[in-house]
Antibody, heavy 120, light 107 residues
Framework: EVQLVESGGGLVKPGGSLRLSCAAS????????MNWVRQAPGKGLEWVSSISSTGSYIYYADSVTGRFTISRDNAKNSLYLQMNSLRAEDTAVYYC?????????????WGQGTLVTVSS | DIQMTQSPSSVSASVGDKVTITCRASQGISSWLAWYQQKPGKAPKLLIYAASILQSGVPSRFSGSGSGTEFTLTISGLQPEDFATYYCQQGNSFLITFGQGTRLEIK
């Protein structure tokens, strides 16, 4: 069974940093591109970042470029999101999501999410 | 960035009804479109990818169509568990974008 479990969320002050983790199991993690998607309270979905299976290709939304860094450790079946210079507008539930096994750009499995709150 | 616009933003319907949700892209995206269902407090669930291919395990009352800039998600014979929020997502660009969502409510 595919499982994605996020951790690392919490309350942080504006300008602070946080590192999210996503532990993957039930599939060959090293074969899949992975993503972070966030959802502000009461709002829609916003794609944050993607990383290819080997880590060679990385993409970011304009809203987080220069502040967030996505990475992965295939030996540990883990995905990470380092978030620096956090702003109030970064407050959201952060989901890790697996790229679809079909090969088409979609997200077929999602974690339960971890809440990040940026507030003084 | 490619903008995705869904309509309507919300819709009310009854069990057994047929509902259609539209998603328009600001530029052509071929068939690089997916649809998701999200219930309150839960992660999104993939329904359809490549504009019209049903994800494994998704009921056949869900269907998708379209290409280029206009796409539709149709739910035929609404069931109580279908009342949720639906999102489209384009994958034509490496900068992925979602529509703003359509809330499907019980009439």
């Amino acid at each position: 069974e595919v499982q994605l479990v996020e951790s690392g969320g919490g309350l942080v002050k504006p300008g602070g940093s946080l590192r999210l983790s996503c532990a993957a199991s039930g599939f060959t993690f090293s074969s899949y591109d992975m993503n972070w998607v966030r959802q502000a309270p009461g709002k829609g979905l916003e794609w944050v970042s993607s990383i290819s299976s080997t880590g060679s290709y990385i993409y970011y939304a304009d809203s987080v470029t220069g502040r967030f860094t996505i990475s992965r450790d295939n030996a540990k079946n883990s995905l990470y999101l380092q978030m620096n210079s956090l702003r109030a507008e970064d407050t959201a539930v952060y989901y890790c999501a697996r790229d679809g096994s079909s090969g088409w750009p979609s997200f077929d499995f999602w974690g339960q999410g971890t809440l990040v709150t940026v507030s003084s | 960035d490619i903008q995705m616009t869904q309509s309507p933003s919300s819709v009310s319907a009854s069990v057994g009804d047929k509902v259609t949700i539209t998603c328009r892209a600001s530029q052509g995206i071929s068939s690089w479109l997916a649809w998701y269902q999200q219930k309150p407090g839960k992660a999104p669930k993939l329904l359809i990818y490549a504009a019209s291919i049903l994800q494994s395990g998704v009921p056949s009352r869900f269907s998708g169509s379209g290409s280029g800039t206009e796409f539709t998600l149709t739910i035929s014979g609404l069931q109580p568990e279908d009342f949720a929020t639906y999102y489209c997502q384009q994958g034509n660009s490496f900068l992925i974008t979602f529509g703003q969502g359509t809330r499907l409510e019980i009439k």
